[in-house]
C-alpha cells in the first residue's frame, strides 16, 4: 500500500464510475476498506455479493463518524445531484476527510460546493476519470477500467496540499495517468470532445429513427456507423444532466460544429476539392493524435516523455546497403516554400520525424492543406505568399529549433498575431540571434527572459530590407532573414563569416524565387512569387553520418550508404573522416532537385588524429558527435576549434561528449570553442544523452569499438531526426537493445 494513498474509501454512488475505482482499489490492496453508498438497498447487496466493496449502506451518515484524515469520499452520482450529496456531507464528514468527485462537468460541481460551504474548502479535490463504456450499474464495474488512461484534476488555489496528493495517489495506484486543469478550461475541453460527439451521436440515432427506411438503415449499418453511434446507448438520464450543467460550453462547442458543417455541405454541394481535402486531412491528423488533441496537447509533442535507453554490446563491425531517412533540413524547407507556393508541390521522401512533422502541422494550422505523409510522400496545396491564415493558438513545434527560427522569419511577415513554442529543451534554446536581426527590419518580436523561447510576434509589420552581416555562421540565422525578406520593401543581403548549409537559396531558386549569391552573400528582393514544383529529398548526410563512422572505425565493415545528398555546404563530414584517414568512395553522382547526390561507400581503415581545420567547421557542424567518437578511435590527438556553437544545440554538444568520453574511459578536455581528444581504448559505462538525439546515436556507433557494455539514458529523441535508426543499426551489425520505462 502506498504511504499517501487511501486509509478507507466511501464510494457514493456505486455504478460504473464508483464501482470500477471500488474493485480497482481493492484488487490492488490500496486502501484499508471500501464502503458503498446507494440508495436502493439491491445495489447495496448487489455490491457486496460482486466483492465491489466490502460493506454497503444506504445513507453517508451511517459512516460518517468512522471517516477521519487519510480517508476519501467519491462521488459518483450524476452532476445535478451533487450539490444535494455535498450538503449532506458538509453536516456530518469531519474536514480531514478527502472529498473527490467524477463528474464530467466541473463549473457546475464547484458552484454545488461553494454553495453547500459557503467556500471552496481545502478538503474538496474536484476530479474526472477520462474513462467509462455505454454500460451502466453496479454490475458494469470493471477493476481495469482507469488503467492506462487519463484522469483530470481541477484544484483551486483553496485545494489542501495533503489532499491533493492523496487523490492524486490514488488514481496513479489504479493505473490512471494524471493530468491537471483549471475548471474552465476542462470544460470547455470536454464540451468539444466528449458532450458534442455525444450530442451528435444521440441527434444522428434520433434522425435515423425516424427515417422511414430506417430498419433498412440499421439492418446493413457498417462497422464505422456502430462504432460512432455506440455512445447513444449511454444513460440518458446522465448526459442529460450533462447539457444542462455545462450548457455554456456546450452550446459554444455546437455552434461551432454547426458553422462548420454548413461550409462543408456547401463544399460538397459545389465541388470544392480543396475544402473537402482541407476538412478531411486536418482531421486525419487529428483523430490519429486524438489523446493529445483531448488534453490541448500539439500534434508533434516532446519525445521526452518517454524513457527510452539504449544498451549496446561491445565489438562487431557494419556492413551492407543502407538508405537512411530523407534530409530534415530539405524537409522543413519543403513544406514551408511549398506552403508559400501558388499550386500544389509534390514531395518524395519526405523525413517522417518529429522535427519535420511539426513544421508540416504549423502549417496545418495556418490553414494549407497537406496531404500525407505517406511512406514520404506529401502533396502540398499551397496558398501563396499572402495565403497564411492565423492559427488557432501557439504554434508548438517541439524539439525543432529549425522550425522555430525559419518560422519566426516567415512569420514577421503575416497580418497576424503568432506565438511560437516548443518542449523543455527547445525552450532554453537562444532565440535572439534571429529575434535581433527582424526587430532590424521592422518586426514586432518579443521572447521570454534571455531571449528564450516562446518567441511572440505582431502582425501587420511593415518590414523593411537590411544589410545583414551575421556575427556568427548559421544557416538557420540566414535563412531566417532570407525568408523574412521575401516580405520586406526592397532588397534583403545577408553575409555569412563562413560558408552554411545553403538549402534556403537552392530551394527559393527550385521555386521560381530568384536569389542572388555572390560570394559570402545572399540576397533577394521582395514582390515576387512561388511555383509549385516537384521535389525529391535526398537522404540525410548527418544520418548517414553515423554509419559512415561506424564503418570507418570497426574492422571489417564496408557499408554503403544511397542517395545521400552531397551539397557542398554540408559535406564537412567526408572532408574531415578523408583527413582522418578514412576510406570513402563517392559513386553514382548526380543532381536530383537541385542538390547534389551520390552513393557514400565506407571501408574501415585505420585513423589518425588531427587539427580540424576552422573552414570544415560550419560545413560539419551537426555531425561533431559522431566525430567525435571517430577521433576516440583515432591514432594521436584531435583538436577542433571554432566550434562555439556546438554548445547551444539541442544540448551543451561539447561538454556532454567530454563527459561521456572521460566517462567510457577516453581522454577528452572541453574548450571554450571545441575539444581536445586523444584516442585510445573505449570502455564500457552509462553515459547520458540529457535528450540530445545525436549524442545518443554517437555513444551507440562508440560501441562497435567498447571493450563493455555502453548504457545510453535518454535516447526517446532520436525520433526527431532518425526514426529508423534503431532497425537500421541492428540491421547493419551493431549490437543494440532498446529499454523503455
Known sequence: MLETCVNRLVVVGIGLIGGSL??????????REVIGVARREQTCLDAVRLGVVDRAVL???EVAGELTAGDVIFIAVPTLTVEAILQRIKRCVSPEVTITDGASVKGSVMSAVAAAYGCLPPQFVGGHPIAGSEQSGVEASNPELYKDHRVIITPTPETGDEHLKRVVAMWQVVGAEVLSMPVEEHDEVLAATSHLPHVIAYSLVDTLAHDSENENIFRYAAGGFRDFTRIASSDPVMWHDIMKANKDSVLTALDLFSEN???LR???ASEDSEHLLGVFTRAKAARDHFTKMLTKQAYSSSMQDQEITYTVKPGGSVSGELRVPGDKSISHRSIMLGSLADGITEVEGFLEGEDALATLQAFRDMGVVIEGPEQGRVRIHGVGLKGLQAPPGPLYVGNSGTSMRLLSGLLAGQSFDSELTGDESLSKRPMNRVANPLREM???????EGGLPPVKIKGGARLKAIDYQMPMASAQVKSCVLLAGLYAEGETRVTEPAPTRD???RMLTGFGYPVQRAGATASLKSGGSLSATKIEVPADISSATFFMVAAAIAPGSDVTLTHVGINPTRDGVINILRLMGADITLSNQREVGGEPVADIRVKYAPLKGIHVPEDQVPLAIDEFPALFVAAACAEGKTVLTGAEELRVKESDRIQVMADGLVTLGVRAEATPDGIIIEGGP???????SHGDHRIAMSFTVAGLRATDDIVVKNCANVATSFPTFIELAQQAGIHLAVSEA
Open 22 to 31: 471500488a474493485a480497482a482499489l481493492k484488487q490492488v490492496g490500496a486502501c
Open 59 to 61: 445513507s453517508i451518515e
Open 261 to 263: 458543417l454548413h461550409r
Open 266 to 268: 456547401s463544399a460538397i
Open 442 to 448: 521592422g518586426a514586432y518580436i518579443e521572447t521570454a
Open 503 to 505: 538549402h534556403t537559396e
Open 682 to 688: 573505449i570502455g564500457g559505462g552509462e553515459v547520458e
